[in-house]
């Protein structure tokens, strides 16, 4: 049998075992899982580990990303000084955004990214509009979207790229200096570098899924909204920033006499392949209408609560027929477990009741959820990607506690190992120097904005 100290492999073909499985609503014990090319092909409930098999003690199908924004990773602990709301931190941001070049962004990237994997996120979502230089002209060969794919690959992190299209600075205005590499003109031609983009990631990154964003209602216009519907193949999957703050709904109500929500409706982007993220301020209308066409809704609780956002109607979401999921967004917490955990504890707080979501409930919000949003089948099942997480069970954090519990008691720092399609992507007991690098290239690159410039070392 191959210990927990065992070097780091690729399981092209082979099997884990595992003393428990803690899959939704069932929890298993002595089960080998077998992996062919990253998909789980087989499995074996109450038999005993074989020689060459892979042993984990406790394993959880691996979690879904369905939010980041990883650039914003720099600001962590950055910020806080001079309070403020969200519309003051995101200055900030657009100073951090205006500095990036592709050579440092892939390093701060893939920094980020080793960061998740090593807290148990097998796939991320990346809500990605820093497109074109910062004067707005175009990279000759979309450099910081293969900078995004090259990261992914370094970190072994399952990646799909949200091209996210940004054509307004508000409703009704234009794109402020800050915005203009995040622009494509119009509709029209941000979808014709997308399809560009589209082959160039096939014939380069083919493990990368192309998915596609609209940043909000504020930032792309109805008509456009309408137009990037119409435009997209119908299987890829869109996300958008949905009511996130109370002014965007007050900017869309003016200008379109509509929520958010139904102007999406009007523009027929309402179905199961869009996901709504933060759906924070929302009417009861909002929420039956979002809820009937089972849209994803991305909850991001860390940064919600961070930026002083608010509450969304999680279970009233639920209720009405949409799907959750988290994300981590700004990036000031990269834990997935924080992330379900601050769903649940909002709901508390919203409610004054316990218990709003069961474990069983979180975690099939953290993992099936969160690839779903993705376009990526659920992890942790037969004919599904061989994607999972080890969760030591018996640190000072969760000695003791029920293994569907660990949710609620551990944090990603209780990760053991991190496996992404069959391959061992992050082992607590050897990647120390990785995290080390990937600890000093955030420091840097955080501290000093002059190394983000193109062609720093």
């Not at 990605?128 to 690959?153: F, I, K, Q, W």
């Not at 759906?279 to 961070?306: K, M, N, R």
């Not at 949409?322 to 409610?351: C, I, K, T, W, Y």
Request: charged share 20%.
């Amino acid at each position: 049998m191959t210990d927990r100290r065992t070097a780091l492999r690729l399981l092209d073909e082979g099997w884990i075992w595992a003393d428990t499985l803690v899959r939704g609503a069932d929890t298993v014990r002595s089960v080998r899982l077998k992996n062919e090319a990253g998909v789980l092909v087989d499995e074996q409930v109450g038999v005993r580990a074989q020689d060459d098999d892979l042993v984990l003690g406790t394993a959880f199908p691996a979690f879904g990303n369905a939010h980041s924004h990883v650039f914003h990773r720099l600001l962590r602990g950055r910020t806080h000084a001079d309070g403020g709301t969200f519309w003051s931190w995101r200055d900030k941001m657009y100073a951090v955004a205006g500095a990036l070049e592709p050579h440092a962004f892939e390093r701060i990237a893939a920094a980020g990214f080793t960061e998740m994997v090593a807290n148990g996120w097998g796939a991320v979502g990346e809500f990605h509009y820093v497109h074109h230089r910062a004067d707005g002209e175009s990279y000759p060969d979309h450099d910081m979207e293969l900078a995004l794919a090259n990261a992914a690959r370094t970190a072994g992190i399952r990646l799909t790229l949200l091209d996210t299209c940004y054509l307004t600075g508000s409703i009704g205005a234009d794109l402020s200096p800050e915005q203009r590499r995040f622009g494509d003109a119009d509709a029209e031609r941000w979808l014709e570098r997308w399809f560009r983009l589209r082959s160039r990631l096939a014939s380069t990154h083919p493990e990368v899924l192309l998915g596609a964003a609209i940043h909000s209602v504020r930032a792309v216009p109805a008509d456009a909204i309408a137009s990037i519907v119409r435009g997209l193949p119908t299987d890829v999957p869109l996300h958008i920033h949905l009511s996130e703050q109370a002014a965007e709904n007050e900017q869309s109500l003016t200008a379109y006499g509509r929520t958010p929500a139904n102007v999406l409706a009007d523009a027929g982007a309402l179905s199961s392949r869009l996901s709504v993220v933060h759906a924070t301020h929302l009417t009861d209308d909002d929420i039956t209408v979002l809820g009937e066409t089972g849209v994803h809704a991305v909850f991001c609780p860390t940064t919600e609560a961070d930026l002083g956002d608010g509450i969304g109607p999680a279970t009233e979401l639920v209720a009405a027929g949409a799907r959750l999921a988290v994300g981590s967004d700004q990036n000031a917490v990269v834990d997935p477990l924080l992330e379900l955990r601050g769903l649940e504890a909002g709901e508390r707080l919203r409610s004054q009741t316990r218990g709003r979501f069961s474990p069983q409930e979180l975690l099939t919000i953290g993992t099936q959820g969160g690839y779903s949003s993705l376009g990526v089948p659920a992890p942790g099942a037969v004919g599904g990607p061989f994607d999972f997480v080890e969760v030591d069970s018996s640190s000072v954090r969760t000695a003791g506690s029920m293994p569907p519990q660990l949710l609620l008691a551990g944090t990603g720092s209780d990760v053991v190992r991190t496996i992404v399609g069959g391959r061992v992507v992050y082992d607590r007991g050897r990647d120390g120097p990785r995290l080390a690098h990937a600890v000093a290239e955030l420091a840097r690159f955080a501290a000093d904005p002059a190394s983000r410039s193109e062609g720093a070392s």
